[in-house]
């Protein structure tokens, strides 16, 4: 591989790099800008170190969701306590991609519970491999795996916040939490939403276009024009910002279903551009259209391989 397919750019925006994936995005995040924001009193965002961290301060102890990279972990921690001035309670996993979750150790070994859908645990125990992106990622240490884990929505009580976990059915994954705080009207989406930036479809964890509209037109039913919508990765949002996610996922996915249902082949699709007028907004960073275009035909069960096997 040469310097050139190494080299990810290390923006606001989801950029993996494709193989050798966890160490080189490790090594990319090492030492990219840490923006912290109070973006409610008690309530804290920490955007640029993966995926984004969210804290939460309470008088019954504190939590926060997601963890970034680990090299990051020690600067994400001294953030955290700078702003809670507490130790977190709980820690959350939003899902199980590395990039939200490879810091569960470091917080795990300091007190914190970690806490997460069912089916996160399961896929942060087992080696995972996902075709679409050429991405492969062991199994987490066992430090790393959720001790507590729900598939119906549950709440966290931290005193003046409760925490409100809402499982989802799939959509990034299959173990999607996203997280609601009432009191504050905070949403946290996990990756869900990916502010300015083309969404992974992770069809390997039974993700699915289908199910990401689903799913943020369900939550869509909680946000008003105060609250503030925080993205798994890029600038903090709110309803505008999830309006316009979700109308490029309906826009794209009015396009791409009838060129399914017409039997086109994956190639004829790439060609037809579904994406080409939404590339400039959404698709600058690592995922580009073609490579949304080829996710979201992944999760449909349709790739270039599997058109060359049923020939064959
Ligand atoms: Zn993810």
């Known amino acids: ?47 640029g170190a993966g995926g984004t961290v969210t804290a939460v301060g309470g008088s019954l102890g504190c939590a926060v969701i997601d963890t970034g990279y680990r090299p990051r972990v020690d600067e994400i921690r001294k953030a955290i306590a700078s702003a809670l001035r507490q ?13 939200h979750t490879d810091g569960n150790p470091t917080f ?7 806490v997460a859908h069912t089916n996160c645990r399961a896929r942060l125990s087992q080696d995972q491999y996902v075709p679409s992106l050429e991405w492969s990622v062991s199994a987490s240490a066992r430090s790393a795996w959720p001790v507590l884990t729900f598939d119906a929505p549950v709440a ?10 809402i499982t989802q059915a799939p959509a990034h994954t299959d173990g999607d939490v996203a997280v609601w705080l009432p009191s504050a009207n905070v949403l946290v989406m996990g990756d869900l939403m990916t502010n300015g930036s083309y969404p992974i479809i992770d069809e390997s964890s039974r993700g699915s276009l289908r199910g990401m509209v689903r799913a943020v037109e369900g939550l869509l039913g909680l946000v008003n024009s ?20 979700r109308d490029m996922l309906r826009t ?21 551009a579904p994406t080409a007028d939404f590339d400039r907004a959404w698709g600058r960073g ?15 069960g349709l790739t270039e391989e599997a058109k060359k096997s049923s020939a064959a």
């Open 1 to 47: 591989m040469s310097e050139r397919q190494l080299s990810v750019r290390a923006t606001d925006r989801h950029s993996f790099p494709v193989r050798g994936l966890v160490d080189l995005s490790r090594a990319t995040y090492q030492s990219t800008p840490l923006a912290v924001t109070e973006i409610r009193p008690q309530v804290f965002s920490f955007v």
């Open 252 to 272: 794209i996915e009015g396009r791409i279903q009838p060129l399914i249902a017409s039997g086109s082949p994956v190639a004829g699709i790439l060609a037809a």
């Open 156 to 165: 966290i009580d931290l005193g003046p916040q409760a925490l409100q976990l």
């Open 286 to 300: 690592y995922v580009t259209g073609d490579i949304f275009v080829r996710m979201i035909l992944a999760g449909f």
């Open 87 to 99: 130790p977190p309670r709980w820690l959350i996993n939003t899902h199980w991609h590395f990039d």
């Open 108 to 114: 795990a070994e300091n007190g914190a519970t970690i």
């Open 226 to 245: 105060d609250t503030v919508v925080v993205p798994g990765h890029g600038p903090i949002g709110n309803r505008d910002s999830l309006l316009g996610f």
